[in-house]
């Protein structure tokens, strides 16, 4: 989640910076803020809930059968739980 | 009469299309339709290539070109000239024969169906390699042979040798068909064009570029692997499980001359060169010598056959390699023999195993006395090989010691040839003297599955077609292949072929006493073998060619084993690390190396509000990480931080992007919440010290980097595009609010998948809480307050209607569907919350997932309106009609696009809500 956090502020970064100009249609404005970074952003968002809501319930779904709710999956039978 | 632009794609074109279909649809009613369909489509593609034989006799080839990618130098280009007819020719000729004899082989086990499908399409693409202009096309084709013999090799594909024999002959020879590519691309490059036609024009160009030596071995080592010569030759014993229809036709007469075919084909080209002819002869030899020696201690009947063919097509390879003009004819000839000799010994061998049950040389002996007439046709056709007078292998056998001989003039090497081809000759008679002998003579049949008789009369006709063949060509064959093998050996060599004589008798010279020399050492040879060394009890040994290859491929497999257990151990922390390792790496390398400045924009005035905000979310952020553990703990930080982005967007001027973030922000707090209900409250510690170390310091490299770039960025100017959506929005998209009309307008199609993603979340959703059970409800749990449940009533309608204000404002003001969704979800989950339903469960999933389902249709249904307007998908509309009482009142499509939206978030939002509410809750009774 942080993550997505720094990513969206970055892109919408990219756009340059501008105070108090939304990219709102006026009369008489003549500079505005990116809006294409702000649209990329705002799906990017929507698809993070999107991911959010997955994963939480992964992990719901996954703590069923025990209490641990660790996704590691070790690759061979032989280690108990993965070295990290 | 065909017109030739018809006639040559015809000609691949017919069991292409016509030969699969009709092959695999009669194939469902009996082999013997799908023989009858298959036949009558090779003998059309046979007569549509004869029709266009004459203009090709005049000297004239046949070229029709298509463009097809002209970008990548990818044309159409087919190509009838002598060597193309004689090949086209032999295809069909022997493909039609393998028909009519594959008719009887297949048992009423076979599907055959499958089979003629795929021997149509093996037809296709093998017209196709020797038809090709353009060398791009024949690659194509040359990987479209190697797929159908892996197909055909592994027809019988409930056994296990047929299976590695498939997967080792495609391996091999795809390698190589990789190789070649290479090698043609590198000639492409050099001449200038990808046609045959024109490189020919280039040849000394192509010959003196830099180049020219790479593109040659390239070339080669594919011609080398789909010949199965030394030492790429270890897959054709191995294809020798497949059926023996197939094997006489793919490998004997038709697959294998792929590559010889090849280096025929580019000799124009490519030969000439000491490099050439030294490669190209030293591989020949070598594969002619060992071949023959192997063939000789072979217990298998297709074993040995197998080996014959490698070392006659080393025998034809050294030909080629020679650089004398009548080595070329010698060449042509012998393939055509070979073609014709070896295809009818396999169908003979195909005859007794079928008949008798085993290909054992060991226990097949004597059935001259059962089946006589198979034992003539595969003594006749087993004598062409060994190069007895009066059949087509002496003929070009003859011409082959003569060439060989004319080497001995050149010095030790040259004495060396001869004397090896001595040796190889020898070994020949002596394996076909094994194949006659031990097979049909030499005792008594042991221990035989079935008792031998002859076969059906009409699978001895194919057989009895190409030894007839045979005999035809070794007594007259100027009236036979005379005329066809020259212009063929013309279209190898160019003009400038000296005028020669393929008669019976040249009188007694040297090749004429090499003949005699090898029967003589043969016939001894195997004499001694049976007698002293008793060849029977001979047990191959543990060395070959096959072993060293899987020997490779396990090692190649264990080493993949030993890399992935140590990158991908499983453990999500070691992937992500090392993803963020090289991302550190690459990344920061790069920028330090191109020295990151800063930029001439001029920076933003710092308001005092701002430094409190970065430092809140700096605090926040390291509270995330310190508290990991306590799990709420680190979600408050977590929103902290989010609010501040909320704040931090609001600022910088994106008003959209700060409601949606803030309704996020709450969404996400309630589901992470509703999920700690279930989930423990706090994780234990995973990670060492090093681990901690490790991760601090990547994180550390990561945040410096980025804000590094970040700041680079920022500070220089951009030209951006959107200039564009500025202008636009108002006047053809019918709305102010740019981003909006970004997101449901001009960007419609990119938000349309992002609304798939979301439905999809929420089949996720459904399937993966699916049978999770909700836990035994603690009983002294509290109820939600009275007043939350008051509040939550009176708050459902008032959130409604914000929740459709910010809807419809979204157009022209910030908002829009997917705030509006989030606002509504999180006032019917109040309302949930506060008066749990606790039946039903089911059917509310059902209810929000068919919402979901229906905000995507509903956005669907927009996109393809404009269709019915001849508008592309996603094309919108507004007007401003005017009402009595409201006035203007402005209206787009994208409104209804939007409503999709908002149903489609509200639907997967509501789902995922619901169902962890539900599981976190009290069970359903009925359940």
């Keep these: 989640m942080l993550l997505s956090y720094a990513v969206n502020l970055f892109i919408v970064a990219t756009g340059r910076l501008t105070v108090g100009r939304p990219p709102i249609v006026a009369a008489g404005v003549t500079a505005y803020a990116d809006p294409l970074p702000q649209a990329l952003v705002l799906t990017a968002i929507v698809i993070g809930l999107a991911t959010t809501v997955f994963a939480i319930v992964l992990a719901l779904a996954a703590s069923v059968p025990s209490v641990d709710d660790a996704v590691d999956v070790p690759a061979s039978p032989r280690e108990a739980s993965p070295r990290r | 009469m065909i017109a030739p632009y018809l006639a040559l794609p015809l000609v691949i074109g017919l069991p292409l299309v016509a030969g699969t279909a009709l092959g695999s649809i009669a194939g469902r009613r009996s082999g013997r339709a799908a023989a009858w369909a298959l036949a009558a489509v090779t003998a059309a593609s046979l007569a549509v290539v004869i029709s266009a034989a004459p203009r090709v006799f005049t000297g004239e080839p046949v070229i029709v070109t298509w463009p097809w990618i002209p970008g990548v130098g990818l044309a159409v280009s087919l190509r009838l000239d002598g060597l193309a007819l004689f090949f086209s020719v032999l295809i069909l000729g022997i493909g039609l024969l393998v028909i009519l004899y594959a008719r009887y082989y297949l048992g009423p ?219 070329n004819v010698a060449a042509v000839f012998h393939i055509g023999n070979h073609a014709t000799f070896k295809a009818s010994l396999f169908m003979a061998a195909g005859i007794i195993e079928h008949e008798v049950g085993t290909r054992d040389m060991r226990r097949l002996n004597g059935l001259w006395k059962h089946m006589p007439h198979t034992g003539t046709l595969a003594i006749v056709a087993a004598s062409a090989m060994a190069g007895v007078p009066l059949l087509n292998g002496f003929l070009s056998k003859e011409m082959f010691f003569a060439e060989a ?47 031998p008789h002859e076969a059906p009369r009409f699978m001895k006709v194919p057989v009895e077609v190409l030894v007839t063949v045979c005999i035809a060509v070794g007594l007259v064959p100027g009236l036979t292949v005379g005329p066809i093998v020259d212009v063929a050996a013309r279209a190898v060599f160019g003009a400038g072929l000296p005028a020669y004589s393929v008669a019976l008798w040249h009188g007694f010279t040297p090749p004429l006493l090499l003949s005699a020399l090898a029967f003589a050492g043969g016939a001894i040879l195997y004499w001694a073998l049976q007698r002293q060394y008793n060849l029977h009890l001979h047990v191959p040994s543990r060395w070959s060619a096959r072993r060293l290859y899987l020997a490779f491929l396990a090692g190649l497999t264990s080493l993949a084993e030993i890399i992935s257990i140590r990158f991908a ?19 920061g390398s790069t920028l330090l190396a191109g020295g990151v400045t800063v930029g001439p924009r001029p920076f933003l005035p710092l308001i005092p509000l701002g430094v409190v905000a970065a430092f809140s979310l700096a605090a926040a952020a390291l509270g995330v990480v310190i508290w990991h553990r306590e799990r709420l703990v680190a979600l408050v930080f977590s929103g902290v931080v989010g609010l501040v982005v909320s704040i931090a967007f609001l600022y910088f001027s994106a008003p959209d992007l700060a409601m949606t973030q803030l309704v996020v922000e709450v969404v996400t707090t309630i589901l992470v919440l509703m999920a700690l209900a279930r989930l423990p409250r706090s994780g234990p510690e995973h990670s060492s010290l090093l681990h901690h170390g490790r991760d601090a310091a990547l994180a550390g490299l990561i945040g410096v980097g980025t804000g590094g770039l970040a700041l680079a960025v920022m500070t ?127 059917q509310r999933r059902v209810g929000y997932t068919r919402t979901a389902a229906a905000g995507l249709m509903i956005a669907g249904g927009t996109g393809i309106a404009a269709w019915g307007f001849g508008k592309p998908f996603l094309t919108s509309a507004h007007a401003e009609p005017v009402l009595p009482l409201i006035g203007a009142l402005p209206l787009t499509s994208a409104t209804l696009f939007d409503l999709g939206i908002y149903l489609a978030v509200l639907g997967t939002t509501m789902l995922a809500l619901v169902s962890l509410a539900d599981a976190s809750s009290e069970p359903e009774s009925a359940e």
Excluded: C
């Design chain 2, 109 to 327: 086990a076979d599907p055959p169906g499958k089979f003629y499908a795929r021997l149509a399409l093996f037809t296709a693409a093998m017209l196709g390699v020797v038809l090709a202009d353009n060398l791009v096309l024949l690659a194509v084709f040359w990987e479209i042979t190697s797929l159908a013999s892996f197909l055909l090799i592994g027809y019988w594909q409930n056994r296990a040798d047929a299976r590695e024999g498939a997967r080792m002959a495609l391996a091999v020879t795809g390698a190589g068909g990789l190789a070649m590519l290479a090698g043609v691309l590198l000639i492409g490059e050099a001449a200038g064009s990808y046609e045959i036609s024109a490189i020919v024009g280039v040849a000394d160009q192509v010959r003196g570029d830099p180049r020219y030596p790479a593109a040659l071995i390239l070339i080669l080592v594919g011609a080398f692997t789909k010949s199965a010569q030394f030492p790429f030759h270890f897959w054709l014993p191995a294809a020798m499980a497949a059926p023996t229809p197939v094997s006489a036709y793919l490998h004997s007469a038709t697959l294998v001359n792929a590559g010889i075919f090849l280096i025929a084909r580019l000799y124009p080209v490519l030969g000439g060169t000491p490099l050439f002819t030294y490669v190209v002869t030293t591989v020949g030899l070598v594969t002619f010598v060992f071949g023959a020696y192997v063939a000789v201690f072979k217990h298998d009947l297709k074993g040995l056959l197998a080996y014959s063919t490698m070392s006659h097509l080393g025998l034809i390879t050294f030909l080629l390699g020679l650089d004398s003009p009548l080595s």
């Design chain 2, 716 to 842: 220089r100017p951009a030209t951006t595009i959107s200039w564009y959506f500025l202008e636009n929005s108002l006047p053809r998209g019918g709305g102010a609010n740019v981003v909006n009309v970004l997101l449901t307008d001009f960007r419609g199609y990119d938000t349309f998948g992002e609304i798939t993603v979301l439905v999809i979340t929420a089949l996720g959703i459904v399937a993966l809480l699916d049978g999770v059970r909700p836990p035994r409800p603690d009983p002294d749990r509290p109820r939600p307050p009275l007043l939350f449940a008051v509040a939550a009533r009176w708050l459902l309608p008032l959130a409604i209607v914000v929740s459709v204000y910010v809807f419809l404002r979204g157009h022209h003001e910030p908002g829009g569907g997917f705030v509006a969704g989030l606002v509504t979800a999180v006032a019917l989950l109040l309302r949930h919350i506060a008066h749990p339903v606790n039946e039903g469960a089911a």
């Design chain 2, 569 to 587: 151990n499983g453990a999500l922390s070691r992937s992500l690390a090392l993803l963020f390792g090289v991302v550190v790496a690459l990344v």
């Design chain 2, 405 to 451: 001989l004319a080497l001995r003039h050149l010095g030790f090497l040259g004495w060396l040839a001869t004397a090896a081809v001595a040796l190889g000759a020898a070994f020949s008679v002596a394996y076909a003297a094994r194949f006659v002998h031990d097979v049909f003579f030499n005792g008594e049949p042991r221990n035989l599955p079935r008792a």
